[in-house]
């Protein structure tokens, strides 16, 4: 089997370390793969050892040439599948793309937000499977009248290794110059306007007023940085929110951290909350997407009502005010994720949907 893959994504982000996790797997198995990327992605370099890499111009939705560079490369390439994993135009001119040169295409679908009706109807129909990486997105599908014998829910999945390992908690605050007890609430995050990091901010001043001491430790990168460090800079609210980028060395913070806050308005899944969870931390989220798929209520976190800043100061004040709360619910969101959410569930997910189109394909031309 020959697969080609489209992932438009610049950024080693969740849904380009899923394309990765998935190569992997595919090579074990014998599958022949081959990743476009934009120039520059840094999903190429490691990709390298695990299929065959093109770097290709990826402009967006508007850049309709992109359907002409993606179709030759399925006439170069002749695959017998292609796997289109993300949207910024890949969706639907490489969806476009498959139909033209005649080749079975699935799409995976990370996002939760909805769509109109009509345009689903139009998209979704260039795919022979929408795999949905939480059920809460396949839900969304179902709701817009994608078929629901196009649509399977295979969920993103974490090699929780790294996050496994202790963590010197002490070391890392100093690195910060904090207390070696200061309280950590960490986010991690795309600094864009769903992921509701401007809620976080909110609650903060209610939260410090009891625990003074609190700091919270933004990880990330995205168009909001500026609006959210001047956010961040107000009296109330000074030296006690710090910015720290896009980490590579992610799980040695995280360990270090005593909760995770993710109150976004929309999350097709969330990664970071998976991290989070291996990592062994208490976890508040919103009730939204696919987030109650990995947190719920009382058992390894809180779930809120999206935008409900009340509600997320209450149960992250609960955490802070006690610690053997904090450790059952990160014990037991360690062991959920270690359950769940296992890579080669996922790969193997992924893998049986390939094998369901081509055989449906094989069946309708006769072979």
Known sequence: MKVLHVEAGRHLYGGARQVLYLLEGLAGQGVDSVLLCPPGAEIAGPARALASVEEVAMGGDADLAM???????IRRHRPDLVHLHSRRGADVWGGLAARLAGRPCVLSRRVDNPEPRWLAALKYRLYDRVIAISEGIRQVLLAEGVAADRVVCVRSALDPAPFLAPCDRAGLRGELGLPADAPLIGMVAQLI????HRHLFAALPAILARHPGVHVLVFGRGPLEDELKREAAR???AGHVHFLGFR???PRWLGGLDALAHPADMEGLGIALL?????GLP?????AGGMPEVVRDGDNGYLIEPGDVPALTAALLRLLDDPATRRRLGEAGRARVLREFSVDAMRAGNLAVYRDVLAARAGRDGR
């Open 193 to 196: 306007a769903r992921k509701g």
């Open 283 to 287: 976890i508040v989220a919103s009730r």
């Open 248 to 250: 590579t060395d992610l």
């Open 275 to 279: 991290q989070a969870a291996a990592a």
């Open 235 to 237: 009296p109330e609210l």
């Open 67 to 73: 359907l002409g560079r993606v179709g030759a490369a």
